[in-house]
């Protein structure tokens, strides 16, 4: 794909499907756009028309907004450090020769099937209940209180669970690229004297920024629209403590019933992840490069 | 200092034993080829010597100190693999320096070898340079590079050669050979090309099957092969064995005659038809079908002209024939 006419020729047969998708997003963006200078409530369907920026500065005035703007971001930074620290170390484990290694590996995987309100379930009744969860009786059998996760800790005990969630993820993705390290160059990073903590820094860690670049950016654009999780566990409390901006947008719309106001923070969100994405790809977009 | 031997060196995989015992002394100082067709245990013989393998059984030492149980790092080797296992993302200057680095070296120190490295071996242009910017015989200098920095007590090569083209060989071939001349230190080197190991070894060891079948210089393997399967592996095109009656007349279960010892005689010796006639220019292969030898091959000068049919009578030169007992070894 290098010669001035295969290059022309590939951009010619993506077209179409460029054309596509190009109308694809900007259709809702427009509309998104539009409604998010109107007044436009489901309780008053009377009262219409062009409100300038009102949809906006409400947002920028309601008191838990940077809150929610900041907790936005500390979920995704929160999960991206747990994921690709514990993925790294768990794909260095699994990559090691063990019996049973095959079901060893699937069961890593299993939680990433387990669908987001049923793994919240799970964890909020299951595991940080502070009557009937592990963690409770946990605490207990060892002469303590158990810990209230859901209100003293909301954001933590998110961030926990969908790390939780993402973690089989990244496991995968590293675990594939540590896969597809040469063992001669391990070898050959033995033989020059290097310790195994040198082999993982000099040797293995670079072989895996590629991948660990992946993670991140598929990573974060689906935790920026983290929802599911938080409506079935914190339900954004206690107070807003664990509010985020898309668990705003949902109680504007379904909640409030008010498009407009949904319509304007679902740009705020777009133009939040626009500003993640360019420092992301600032930051570590050149690890694409081949 | 290298001198390395190995006693009674066992290595099995699981069930299999790779390498049944082997008992080898390399002296300090001398270029050893191991050679052995494919699967016979080479790579693996030299991964135990690097101590990338743990021997199953057997004791190691070099230059007098057991290392049976030594890590590679303290065994005080270097290696140069078949793919050069260069570190991708770094570039030719820390490739090279990457084992000085990890000694604890000062920068300036590791800048100064690495200088003078990259000076023998023609890199100085390329240091900045990534692997992947290079091209097969470059990388194979870096590899190179990267071991000769150490000042290692030996040097493994483990078919360093097989990725490059015939012309390239043959100049690595020699840049090999007189780094060994230059520095004097052992190198142990695994090869299945016979040019590399006549020309390159002081001494030749060739194994079969995990075992040594015999150990000498290259003319001594050549003049005189302990047993049928040096006979057949050292030397190109392959020796001529002859069984039966004509092999008994002699008093040998065998008798091998290298092509460039049968002569083409007028009268007398074998008869046989020219099956096969090749042309090299400065020789002459030929491929014959005796009535009582059997098939054999003949290395004669180019000025021989005969083709597919032509009718030949064969004799081996004096003194130049082969005797191989029933268990295979020479008489
Ligand atoms: N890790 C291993 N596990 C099991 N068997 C192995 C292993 N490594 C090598 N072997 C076996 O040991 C034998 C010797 O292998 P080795 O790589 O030493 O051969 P080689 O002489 O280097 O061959 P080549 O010239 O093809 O490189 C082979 O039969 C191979 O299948
Ligand atoms: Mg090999």
Not at chain 1, 240 to 256: C, D, G, H, W
Not at chain 2, 73 to 81: D, K, P
Request: proline share 5%; glycine share 10%.
């Amino acid at each position: 794909m290098s010669t001035q006419s295969t290059r022309f020729a590939a951009r010619l047969m993506v077209a179409p499907s460029v054309f596509v998708l190009f109308i694809w997003m900007i259709v809702p963006l427009a509309m998104t756009l539009y409604f998010s200078f109107r007044f436009y409530r489901l309780l008053s369907p009377e009262r219409a028309g062009w409100t300038g920026l009102t949809n906006y500065t409400w947002f920028f005035k309601a008191p838990d907004f940077w809150l929610a703007m900041g907790n936005t971001l500390l979920l995704v930074g929160g999960v991206l450090v747990i994921t690709v620290v514990l993925g790294t170390l768990i794909a260095l484990l699994i990559d090691q020769p063990v019996y049973g290694q095959g079901p060893l590996r699937i069961l890593v995987i299993a939680p990433f099937f387990v669908m987001p309100p049923v793994a919240a379930s799970i964890w909020e009744n299951l595991f940080m209940h502070p009557q009937n969860g592990l963690f409770a009786a946990v605490a207990r059998g060892l002469g303590g209180q158990p810990i209230l996760f859901l209100e003293s800790y909301p954001m933590a005990s998110v961030i926990g669970i969908v790390s939780w969630e993402w973690l089989p993820f990244a496991t995968l993705i590293l675990l594939t690229a540590l896969q597809s390290l040469s063992s001669e160059q391990l070898e050959a990073a033995e033989m020059d004297g290097a310790s195994g903590l040198n082999r993982f820094r000099y040797i293995i860690l670079p072989h895996m920024t590629r991948a660990i670049t992946v993670v991140v950016l598929i990573q974060t654009i689906f935790l920026l629209g983290i929802f599911g999780e938080i409506f079935t566990t914190t339900q954004g409390g206690p107070g807003s403590a664990s509010n985020t901006l898309p668990y705003m947008i949902f109680k504007q719309a379904i909640v409030a019933k008010d498009i407009g106001r949904a319509a304007a923070g679902g740009i705020i969100a777009v133009i939040l992840a626009n500003i993640v994405a360019y420092f992301l790809m600032r930051g570590i977009g050149k690890n694409l490069d081949a | 200092m290298g001198k390395i031997v190995l006693k009674s060196v066992r290595k099995s995989f699981g069930e299999v034993d790779v390498i049944p015992g082997i008992d080898l002394t390399i002296e300090d100082g001398e270029f050893v080829v191991f050679v052995g067709p494919s699967g016979c245990g080479k790579s693996t013989l030299l991964r135990l010597i690097a101590g990338l393998e743990d021997v199953t059984a057997g004791t190691m030492a070099i230059d007098g100190r057991d290392v049976t149980a030594a890590a590679p790092s303290e065994r005080g080797l270097a290696m140069v693999f078949q793919s050069y296992a260069l570190y991708p993302h770094m570039t030719v200057r820390k490739n090279i320096a990457f084992p000085l680095k990890m000694a604890g070296l000062s920068q300036a120190d590791q800048d100064a070898k690495v200088t003078a490295a990259a000076k023998v071996l023609n890199l100085t242009n390329y240091l900045e340079r990534r692997p992947g910017q290079l091209s097969g015989g470059q990388r194979q200098r870096v590899a190179i590079g990267r071991a000769i920095v150490r000042e290692p007590s030996a040097f493994l090569f483990d078919e360093p050669l097989s990725n490059l083209d015939a012309a390239l060989r043959v100049t690595m071939r020699q840049e090999i050979t007189e780094l060994h001349q230059s520095l004097k230190t052992t190198m142990i080197y695994v090869t299945h090309d016979q040019v590399e190991a006549m020309t390159m070894a002081d001494k030749i060891v060739v194994l079969n099957a995990g075992h040594i079948e015999q150990v000498g210089s290259p003319l001594e393997l050549y003049n005189t092969p302990a047993n049928t399967f040096v006979a057949g592996f050292i030397g190109s095109p392959k020796m001529n064995l002859i069984e039966g009656p004509l092999a008994a007349e002699q008093g040998a279960h065998a008798i091998g005659v290298r092509p460039e010892h049968m002569g083409i005689v007028s009268e007398g010796g074998w008869e046989g038809k020219v099956l096969l006639s090749e042309h090299l220019g400065s020789d002459t292969f030929l491929k014959v079908q005796t009535v009582n030898a059997g098939t054999l091959t003949v290395r004669a000068g180019g000025e021989v002209r005969l083709s597919h049919g032509d009718t030949v009578r064969l004799a081996p030169l004096p003194g130049k024939t082969h005797r191989f007992g029933s268990n295979g070894l020479a008489l």
